[in-house]
């Protein structure tokens, strides 16, 4: 089990879910998902279904949250420990776990929690593996079946607090080092982490690179007690010198107490959302959204609420991610930029699908899934829907072209990619300036790899007519001259 030191991460990784196996996955989870809304059925063999999605599509969050919601029926959310003393009657978990085969110990875990879904010991192996793979979101909600099932277990409280502020959520791994402080007084590793997780929590807001388990812990004490006493002296002086004055509620308190007055409100839950996430703070927005839930019940207005927070959540991610590397760059840095892009274009992509398939005349959200796919790598598919969405109305064919082009580019389809840009620019009326400014750019761009140099200035002078500062442009036209 780690002790919060490094992880190798292994090519598994990298592993990409073709189109094809993603068809058969979602016909598994959807067979499975049509089981669960019987009043009876066989849990035994969901698990089995939904178990074969999660050991192929490792990192979706929808296939995990679905398996362990169908386990958590099974055993109607009765919680209870390991059923072994450590690794006793795991073999294969420990065995992979020790080499370090990550998807092994995935694959494992999934067969041991269809006897109990709480058992901390394999879920805290599968933790390491999600670590490993940077697979957070899901090693996040395997961890909570962990903590769930040991609520009062220090070992399995330690673990999961090392993790939360190694995946950078440091807000709860702090509560939970301050849980297990109180717990055992004087307790040096838990001293030591909230100090250093404090540090990181405020050099990250101010888009600075982190320093946990980099720093001195008691150089990490002394500016944490200096700050606390500089706090509590203004705070002193503010008393003394500032006059009483009426209390104004700020807008969340405001929209809280309309909560409380009308909780039949929906309107007034989603606006206290946003304004938790316009600060940043996803775990308060998302305790707003449980409340919600637990009023109002399952509905598809709340469930792409949901959608909508994880994945502005992981966009923070990325961009606080993005101004650690741009402040300090190191390798492992630029690691955490790209495995927080990486979650994030996931979810994306996972969300979209499903969005699509609830709204399947929707051609916005068919565009923005077409989007991902291109972005993820899935260019055959993604030009699929760029041509449904451009014959099912032609106002879309232009930005739909854009992005076939730049599919077909990638593909090395030169020509025709050439050829799909030019009838993108016949449509580029129905174009915003930015994406007419970017399809003139890969038109340029391409014509000029393709030696068709009078197309190449054509296209780039308009580019720089519309603006001169616009990427390389004015360098590329100097070479045409």
């Known amino acids: 089990m780690s002790d919060g030191g490094s992880f190798s991460v292994s090519e598994d990784a990298d592993y990409e879910v073709s ?66 003393a450590g690794f006793g009657g795991k073999g294969g978990l420990k065995k992979a776990l020790s080499a370090k085969k990550w998807q092994d110990v995935i694959k494992e875990g999934i067969d041991l929690l269809k006897s109990n879904p709480y058992d901390s010991v394999t879920l805290r192996a599968m933790v390491d593996a999600c670590e490993a793979m940077r697979y957070n979101e899901v090693g996040l909600r395997y961890m909570k079946n962990a903590m769930d099932g040991s609520p009062g277990d220090m070992e399995v409280m ?35 982490m909230i100090s250093q997780l404090t540090i990181d929590r405020e050099r990250r807001a101010k888009g600075l690179a982190t320093v946990t388990n980099r720093i001195d812990p008691a150089d990490a004490a002394k500016v944490r007690r200096r700050q606390s006493s500089q706090e509590e002296g203004s705070s002193k002086s503010e008393v003394q010198e500032r006059p009483a004055t009426k209390i104004e509620l700020n807008a969340k308190q405001k929209l809280k107490a309309k909560i409380e007055a009308a909780p039949d409100q929906l309107e ?151 050829e799909t840009y030019e009838e993108a620019l016949n449509y580029a009326d129905s174009l915003s300036s930015e994406r007419l400014k970017l399809l003139l750019y890969r038109a340029g761009v391409l014509a000029q790899g393709l030696k068709e140099w009078s197309s190449a200035t054509s296209y780039l002078k308009r580019l720089e007519k519309m603006d001169p500062a616009y990427k390389d442009v004015k360098r590329r036209l100097d070479k045409l001259k």
């Open 19 to 84: 189109p094809a196996l993603r068809t058969q996955l979602q016909r598994l989870f959807d067979h499975a998902t049509q089981m669960m809304s019987k009043p009876k059925y066989d849990y035994d063999y969901a698990h089995s279904l939904l178990g074969d999605c999660c050991k192929k599509d490792p990192a979706n969050l929808v296939y995990v949250e679905k398996m362990l919601e169908n386990l958590d029926l099974k055993f109607k959310g009765k919680t209870k420990g390991s059923l072994f």
């Open 268 to 418: 007034n839950y989603m606006k206290l959302m946003d304004l938790w996430v316009e600060e940043g703070k996803f775990f308060e927005a998302e305790t707003v959204w449980k409340e919600a839930q637990t009023h109002f019940g399952d509905s598809i207005e709340l469930t792409e609420k949901q959608e909508d927070l994880l994945i502005l959540k992981a966009r923070h991610r990325y961009k606080m991610a993005e101004n650690q590397a741009s402040a300090q760059s190191s390798p492992q840095l630029l690691e955490l930029v790209e495995t927080a892009k990486t979650d994030l274009h996931r979810l994306e992509l996972e969300i979209y699908r499903r969005r699509n398939e609830r709204h399947p005349n929707d051609l916005m959200i068919k565009y923005e899934l077409a989007l991902r796919l291109k972005r993820m790598g899935n260019y055959d598919q993604a030009e699929e829907l760029f041509d449904e969405i451009s014959l099912a109305d032609e106002k879309l064919l232009a930005i739909c072209y854009l992005g076939k082009g730049e599919c077909l580019q990638a593909r090395k389809k030169f020509v025709t990619a050439m």
């Open 158 to 192: 330690r673990h999961c607090a090392r993790y939360l502020g190694r995946v950078g959520q440091f807000d709860q791994a702090i509560s939970l080092w301050h849980f297990i402080e109180e717990k055992n007084r004087g307790d040096k590793e838990a001293n030591q």
